[in-house]
């Protein structure tokens, strides 16, 4: 079974950091991307960044190039994104979320992703 556990959500002041976790069990990051989503009330759910399956390509919209970072520890088989410079508007439930390609480079947004965690809260505000 695919279990994904975020952690690491919280208050912070605008112009702060944070680094979200995405503890995966039942499988190997080797063989899924892990996108991050977020979804603040009232508005979509949207793509935050992803990573792919080799760890070695990484995908951020243009809003979030720049002040968030995805990264990996694949002996912890845990995602991480780090995220800088936050604004009020970053304030949402963070998510992640897993999915298989058929290539170990793919990972996009767009695409669906089958398997999620329970999110963790991120608010931004002095």
């Known amino acids: 079974q695919l279990t994904l556990v975020e952690s690491g959500g919280g208050l912070v002041q605008p112009g702060g950091s944070l680094r979200l976790s995405c503890a995966v069990h039942?499988?190997?990051?080797?063989?899924?991307?892990i996108g991050w989503f977020r979804q603040a009330p009232g508005k979509e759910r949207e793509g935050v960044s992803c990573?792919?399956?080799?760890?070695?390509?990484?995908n951020y919209p243009d809003s979030m190039t720049g002040r968030f970072t995805i990264s990996r520890d694949s002996n912890k088989e845990t995602v991480y994104l780090q995220m800088n410079s936050l604004k009020p508007e970053d304030t949402a439930v963070y998510y992640c979320?897993?999915?298989?390609?058929?290539?170990?480079?793919?990972?996009?947004?767009?695409?669906?992703?089958?398997?999620w965690g329970q999110g963790t809260q991120v608010s931004v505000s002095s």
């Open positions: 990573i792919s399956s080799n760890g070695l390509h990484t």
């Open positions: 979320a897993a999915r298989q390609y058929s290539s170990q480079w793919d990972c996009d947004l767009r695409d669906a992703f089958p398997s």
């Open positions: 039942g499988f190997t990051l080797e063989n899924y991307a």
